[in-house]
């Protein structure tokens, strides 16, 4: 599946899922009453693995709503990110993440829920071949899905990612946008701004808009002429200013899951709740 990455108004985004295939069926059911629906483009803003152990049920929910919404996208999450590339899933595995994957993540409900068991970490050797076997009961079209996910998604005047544009970064927010469209995160293109954090602690591996540097979901650098609608960081209630939208409300651990629809590129966000 070739994931479109310019959506059309209304859009709807929805946050963070982790799993959580019921409380995005509760959303759902809540956003076929809203009179934007039958129009309306789905934004999925990305990190739909691990936390819960339904996501494969989750992911092949994403594909049929996306299926039956034509114009509907999905961007790429940091835990998204991780298992695709500590599993391989487009390419081989990367040594980094395969690490990463294992002590940085709640990757186990993800294992259960195509394996139907959690992993085991030795003896040596034994994780590794844990993420092969993964990958080898993972659907087709779910790994064909994961591995391909773009990195943003936009409209007229909004911006679809999973965290945020970088101030530490010397390259300005339009560049920034355009290297997320190519999936391109290279020191030499996008130039860490000398002593910050971003330069002293560069990652080739993890772009800080997927999720490295978490700062970016409260204080994001300005894309001028648009809104950026983001999740990544579990916020208590939607939280909305002139520059980003933030609405991961369920972090895949509570209720109400959240939406926030845009009925044009000057409107005021509405939310919708999957409870409450």
């Known amino acids: 599946m070739q994931l479109p990455t310019r959506v ?8 963070d899922l982790h799993g959580r ?3 995005l069926d509760k959303l759902v059911a809540r956003l076929r009453e809203r009179p934007e629906w039958p129009d309306a483009k789905l934004v999925f803003l990305g990190d739909l693995v691990d936390r819960w152990p339904d996501v494969k049920e989750l992911v092949s929910r994403v594909l049929a709503l996306l299926a039956e919404k034509p114009g509907s ?9 991780a298992l695709v590339r500590a599993a391989g899933l487009g390419g081989p595995p990367a040594a980094d993440w395969v690490r990463r ?15 139907g068991r959690t992993p085991d970490f030795l003896p040596a050797g034994r994780w590794e071949q844990e993420l092969a076997d993964l990958k080898s009961a993972m659907p087709a079209d779910h790994r064909a899905f994961l591995a391909n996910l773009p990195w943003v998604a936009e409209a007229e005047g909004h911006v679809f990612l999973h965290n945020g544009l970088s101030p530490e970064l010397e390259c300005p927010a339009s560049v920034q946008v355009e290297c997320l469209r190519r999936k391109l995160w290279d020191r030499a293109v996008v130039n860490p701004r000398f002593g910050t954090d971003t330069a002293k602690l560069f990652n080739p591996e993890y772009p800080v808009w997927l999720g490295a540097d978490k700062r970016l979901s409260e204080n994001p650098l300005r894309l001028p002429g648009k809104v950026q609608v983001t999740g990544h960081i579990k916020v208590d209630a939607p939280d909305a200013n002139a520059v980003r939208v933030r609405i991961d409300t369920s972090g895949g651990v509570r209720e109400p899951l959240t939406a926030c629809v845009l009925a044009g590129p000057t409107a005021p966000p509405a939310f919708v709740f999957s409870a409450g």
């Open 8 to 15: 059309g108004y209304p859009v709807i985004a929805v946050g």
């Open 21 to 23: 295939v019921e409380w």
């Open 73 to 81: 996208t999905c961007v790429t999450g940091n835990h998204d990110l």
């Open 101 to 115: 994957y294992a002590t940085n993540y709640d990757h186990k409900p993800t294992f259960v829920s195509y394996l």
